[in-house]
T-cell receptor, first 114, second 114 residues
Framework: GNSVTQMEGPVTLSEEAFLTINCTYT??????LFWYVQYPGEGLQLLLK?????DKGSNKGFEATYRKETTSFHLEKGSVQVSDSAVYFCALSDQGTSYGKLTFGQGTILTVHP | DTAVSQTPKYLVTQMGNDKSIKCEQN?????MYWYKQDSKKFLKIMFS???????INETVPNRFSPKSPDKAHLNLHINSLELGDSAVYFCASSQDSGHQETQYFGPGTRLLVL
């Protein structure tokens, strides 16, 4: 079956530090890959996505590249801000009969200090 | 103007009760979903409807019954509530059920069963 594994959190950084959150996946087909972010007390919102191998998704200074050879979709940001403090979820949606079902990683809590 | 809304936002109830959560989207999407987020933030799909037809039904106890009266609404009814049902329930919608589609999430309903 499909699965997503994210690096264990929580991650605590100082403002302007470099961020990497690792994500690897297992899928039976050719999935689309997503990063969703959940701010405290809110629902999830899409941060970025990539739908085929070697695609790079980017948004708000965050980037992730779909690496089929390493089955990875690591999230990076060059300089984090306090406002980036949130829970980050890596997810995949497989082709075929998944009907858009998202399979999520366990989430990584990020805290950024001033 | 809220894209995906859920009511109620908080629900505190006794074991054995029956309760409903309502979801509405004003994005004109064809597909809607219910996800459950447990206390460790792990998210899992429960159900999905496309154009009022059930397309995903994960291994959820049959005490949970979704209903979609029209494309814009997807409600979740839970019978005989148990302690383990305590969680945050998120509704989401997408344009269609394709694997590349972005899902838009509601703010969540925090259910506490005492």
């Amino acid at each position: 079956g499909n699965s997503v594994t994210q690096m264990e959190g929580p991650v605590t950084l100082s403002e302007e530090a470099f961020l990497t959150i690792n994500c690897t996946y297992t899928a039976t087909g050719y999935p689309s890959l997503f990063w969703y972010v959940q701010y405290p007390g809110e629902g999830l919102q899409l941060l970025l996505k990539a739908t085929k191998a070697d695609d790079k998704g980017s948004n708000k200074g965050f980037e992730a590249t779909y690496r089929k050879e390493t089955t990875s979709f690591h999230l990076e940001k060059g300089s984090v801000q306090v406002s980036d403090s949130a829970v980050y979820f890596c997810a995949l949606s497989d082709q075929g009969t998944s009907y858009g079902k998202l399979t999520f990683g366990q989430g990584t809590i990020l805290t950024v200090h001033p | 103007d809220t894209a995906v809304s859920q009511t109620p936002k908080y629900l505190v109830t006794q074991m054995g009760n029956d309760k409903s959560i309502k979801c509405e989207q004003n994005l004109g999407h064809d597909t809607m979903y219910w996800y459950k987020q447990d206390s460790k933030k792990f998210l899992k799909i429960m159900f999905s409807y496309n154009n009022k037809e059930l397309i995903i039904n994960e291994t959820v106890p049959n005490r949970f019954s979704p209903k979609s009266p029209d494309k814009a609404h997807l409600n979740l009814h839970i019978n005989s509530l148990e302690l383990g049902d305590s969680a945050v329930y998120f509704c989401a919608s997408s344009q269609d059920s394709g694997h590349q589609e972005t899902q838009y999430f509601g703010p969540g309903t925090r259910l506490l069963v005492l």
